[in-house]
């Protein structure tokens, strides 16, 4: 029996090299988003059909947002991430820190009604560096079981007396100095202008000092719907698909505030040094095609980018896309130049107010 | 006999050598053979821990940006005097250096990088860069000062090239003044940050009384549980240490978790006093997302870290001696406090400092229950690393916290002495 063992051993270790190299004809690529529903859509509509497609497979990893794993992958020369979902302001500092790829933009296929990829994207959606996905949103919502009075415009978010009660916001600058100038009376399109003055900023500022008291803040896109749900909140701001997740899916008694919603757009970018690059760039090429955006839409209500896309979105999702007529009454863009100038310093006044 | 004597009376081993030597250099091998079985945990600590924080402490000083890419400019500016706009020769020299950097879009980014640099010191300086590396490519004529000033009127202010020439260093300290809420104006002088900014020194502060008050928290609770389980039977015993041992092997975040089920508004604490009637079902307690969560969960979790090292203690003092001090006429406060307390001292130590060292530095929980002020040091140097992406700060934030836990420990050590230190 003893003398058995070593050639057995040795046909186990042959056919697991075999196993190993059979592996590796196909690629895998990690490809790197913010976990929960968001990311299920995204395995959904485009991951599971290209996995059928190509023959490859992908690594899906979590995160939460920010530039600092890429940067460091790439400063220490080890890229493990092949593809990252990121916001629009991290794309364009990665971008210019060079230490994103460049994307092949002419290489983008067509919409499905023949426009170029160029045209058929909105605009601001196609960078040096990125190939825009998804138009999400941050709104706010609040538990229907549990105010009296229902809010309706982003006033009421700061107004205790007639909606009393804990508040959640998340915890950093962007987005609440908005929602603060917008609810003292400032139209969406001098938000940021007015937020580049000091005055602008101590308005703001004395804005959210209204309700400091009242405020649970939140960090990650999950936290939300829970506080909500939990109680612990009776309303909260949100991602507008957490918030579709927990309406449709989990059938909570929530509703959701479009006045004053803050709309943003998540693209894909590739970490230079990046090891499967072809592989990624076909994913890239193929999850971002008219029917793979249009069918992302239908699992978790964010826009898709490409014109050709909207039609093609089933039309029971079309009332909860951010970009709906009727939710698009008083939207902001998300200024993403205007965050990668005054962030660092706003963010450290935010900090500093939290902690006084 | 040969081995001990020779004419000039010296010990000598067989072979003739004096025997001191020959015991040295059996020492000497036997020392080299003992060191080399600790080389690989040497290399070990070395490439995973001493490299990696040296390298990291390194960042806090080093801010070549600014410098690796307009080196020309700033030699020109170091001649400047700062009364008045400097002289064109600075600005065409600017000029020609972005125009180098911008033609190829490797070099860009280190305009990009010089601008991240230079809005740490001035908001507004990343898109005035890019901005100006972006038309400045057309200007090929001079006179570049009014072609600058025509891009951007902060050109022509003198504050603007004094920070250009500030953030010029090769090496800086500036991120540790940032730490400690100072900045420098554009003339270099050291000021105290504005007071809406100013943060860190708060937080330094309520870290370390955080951390002295979850260490006395610890102390109070874990010294009854320990007295307790080195006391009991054995068989008790053991099964009370499960209770112990079964949280601390649970994961952190499981345990903090928890304690969020556990206290918040509509957990399970607040509906027990409410159904009790002690507390009225609109004016349930606030006890998560604040201070008090805060500290809770972190004497939870650090308590097993104090419980330890006082048992191990407490286990070995003999019951006789207290049974000794009450015969001989103490009553037992006394007993307790002359013979049992002092005897204990080295596991409170111990404990102690491995709760203030954990303490000081926890993350997870504070970020987790902490809320808007339950927030530590560590969770604005992981926002420093992960948002802000100012990983010269985060250094320096954590410099300061690595010299404060050190001094701390140069304290513990001069006071109770390390080697008193009992662990397990």
């Known amino acids: ?41 995204q395995v959904k509509a485009y991951h599971e059909p290209w996995i059928a497609k190509t023959g490859n497979k992908i690594n899906s990893e979590d995160y939460n947002g920010g530039l600092a794993e890429v940067r460091a992958q790439v400063e220490a020369g080890n890229v493990t991430w092949d593809l990252v979902d990121v916001e629009l302001a991290d794309a364009v500092r990665g971008c210019d820190e060079g230490i994103l790829e460049p994307m092949p933009l002419d290489e983008l296929p067509a919409g499905s009604d023949g426009t170029p990829a160029k045209d ?94 009242d405020v649970v803040w939140w960090e990650a896109g999950a936290q939300p719907p829970q506080l909500l749900a939990d109680g612990e909140v009776v309303m909260t701001s949100a991602y507008n698909g957490r918030l579709f997740n927990a309406i449709v899916n989990e059938k909570k008694p929530f509703d959701i505030v479009w006045d004053g919603q803050v709309w943003d757009i998540d693209l894909w970018v590739m970490p230079k040094g990046s090891k499967n690059k072809a592989a990624a760039m076909d994913f890239v090429k193929f999850a971002t095609d008219t029917d793979r ?46 965050w990668a100038d005054y962030g660092d310093e706003l963010n450290e006044r935010f900090n500093a107010w939290l902690a006084s | 006999m040969a081995a001990i004597t020779e004419n000039d009376g010296m010990m000598r081993a067989a072979d003739g050598t004096p025997l001191k030597q020959a015991l040295a250099r059996a020492t000497r091998m036997n020392k080299a053979r003992a060191f080399l079985l600790t080389t690989p945990l040497l290399a070990f600590i070395l490439v995973t821990f001493i490299l990696p924080i040296g390298l990291m402490l390194f960042r806090s000083i080093d801010t070549p940006e600014v410098s690796a890419a307009f080196p020309k400019t700033l030699a020109i500016l170091q001649e400047w005097d700062g009364n008045d706009l400097p002289g064109e020769d600075a600005y065409a020299s600017f000029a020609s250096e972005m125009q180098e950097l911008a033609s190829d879009r490797d070099t860009r980014s280190m305009i990009s990088r010089a601008g991240t640099r230079l809005n740490y010191i001035q908001s507004g300086f990343r ?38 020439r500030q953030a010029g260093s090769r090496y800086s300290t500036r991120a540790y003044l940032n730490a400690l809420d100072l900045t420098t104006s554009p003339d270099g002088e050291i000021v105290a940050q504005p007071e809406i900014k100013q943060i860190y020194v708060t937080l330094f502060e309520r870290t370390i009384w ?34 112990v041992l079964l949280p601390f092997w649970t994961s952190l975040l499981v345990r903090t978790t928890s304690w ?40 939870h979790i650090l308590l097993p870290f104090m419980v330890l090292p006082l048992y191990s203690v407490m286990k070995t003092i003999p019951r006789d001696h207290m049974r000794a001090a009450r015969s001989l006429g103490a009553n037992p406060m006394i007993a307790f406090m002359r013979i049992y307390l002092p005897q204990t001292v080295a596991g409170v130590g111990a404990g102690s400092i491995l709760v203030f060292i954990l303490a000081i530095g926890y993350y997870i929980t504070p970020a987790l229950v902490g809320g808007q002020d339950g927030q530590l040091i560590s969770n604005i140097i992981e926002y420093h690393m992960k948002k802000s992406l ?35």
């Open chain 2, 210 to 243: 955080v951390s002295i008050g979850v260490t006395v928290a610890c102390i109070a609770l874990a010294y009854p549980i320990s007295y307790l389980l080195a006391t009991l039977p054995s068989g008790t015993s053991n099964l009370l240490m499960i209770f």
């Open chain 2, 260 to 299: 969020i089920v556990l206290l918040q508004t509509n957990g399970v604490i607040n509906d027990i006093l409410v159904w009790i009637g002690i507390v009225g079902d609109d004016s349930r307690i606030q006890m998560i997302y604040n201070m008090t969560g805060t500290f809770i969960a972190m004497t």
């Open chain 1, 293 to 338: 955006l249009a069918d992302q839409a239908n699992y978790i209500s964010y826009g898709p980018v490409r014109k050709s896309s909207f039609a093609k979105v089933a039309p029971a999702m079309q009332p909860h896309m951010p970009t709906a007529p009727v939710n698009f009454k008083n939207p902001l863009q998300n200024d993403f130049g205007f």
């Open chain 1, 120 to 213: 058929d994207f909105i605009a601001g959606t196609l960078h040096e560096c990125a190939v825009g996905e998804i138009v999400w949103s941050t709104v706010y919502s609040y538990d229907t079981t549990k105010v009296a009075t229902k809010p309706t415009t982003i006033a009421d978010f700061f107004d205790l007396k007639k909606i009393p009660g804990k508040r959640g916001l998340r915890k950093t600058a962007k987005v609440n100095l908005e929602w603060a100038l917008m609810a003292d009376g400032v139209p969406a399109d001098k938000v940021y202008e007015v937020l580049a003055t000091p005055a602008g900023i101590d308005r703001a500022f004395a804005k959210l000092d209204t309700i400091k008291n």
């Open chain 2, 390 to 424: 100012n990983w010269g700060l985060a250094a320096a934030l954590g410099g300061i916290l690595l010299a404060g836990v050190l001094a701390l420990y140069w304290l513990y050590n001069r006071i109770v002495g390390i080697s008193n230190m009992k662990l397990g």
């Open chain 2, 127 to 164: 898109s005035l860069m890019n901005k100006t590396s972006r038309r400045i490519q057309r200007v090929e004529e001079p006179p570049f000062k009014e072609a600058f000033i025509k891009i951007d009127k902060r050109w022509g202010e003198a504050d603007t090239w004094k920070t250009i």
């Open chain 1, 1 to 41: 029996m003893s003398a058995m063992k070593p050639s057995r051993l040795l046909i186990a270790g042959l056919a697991a090299i075999g196993l190993t190299t059979a592996a590796q004809a196909a690629d895998t690529i990690t490809v790197v988003s913010w976990g929960g529903a968001y990311t299920n859509s």
